[in-house]
């Protein structure tokens, strides 16, 4: 089982930028393990919104494509989701989540295995 702790999340202008970090424990080999982010906003079911594939590819939800970066820095377990250009409806609850997963299934919540608490990023027009 993977411990998922995330951070970053705050209160953002529009047009602003936030940076939100998931760090990982209890899996030893995080290298090939992927990760993902998604969000929930009030009245809202939890969508997609970016994953990094065990290390191997990147895909993105259409509504945060060339706004929002994953990354990964495999040395310290972490994964990182840098946030650009945000707008209001950028506004949810976003968590962390790690599986086995591949390709396209990696958009699917029912991938991930374990999840982290949330943290909340909300921007104000």
């Known amino acids: 089982q993977v411990q998922l702790v995330e951070s970053g999340g705050s209160l953002v202008q529009a047009g602003g930028s936030l940076r939100l970090s998931c760090a990982a424990s209890?899996?030893?080999?995080?290298?090939?393990?992927?990760m993902g982010w998604f969000r929930q906003a009030p009245g809202k079911e939890r969508e997609f919104v970016a994953a990094?594939?065990?290390?191997?590819?990147?895909d993105y939800a259409d509504s945060v494509k060339g706004r929002f970066t994953i990354s990964r820095d495999n040395a310290k377990n972490t994964v990182f989701l840098q946030m650009n250009s945000l707008k209001p409806e950028d506004t949810a609850v976003y968590y962390c989540?790690?599986?086995?997963?591949?390709?396209?299934?990696?958009?699917?919540?029912?991938?991930?295995?374990?999840w982290g608490q949330g943290t909340q990023v909300t921007v104000s027009s």
């Open positions: 989540a790690g599986g086995s997963c591949s390709g396209w299934g990696c958009r699917d919540r029912s991938s991930y295995s374990s």
């Open positions: 209890g899996r030893r080999i995080f290298s090939i393990y992927s």
């Open positions: 990094n594939i065990a290390a191997t590819a990147l």
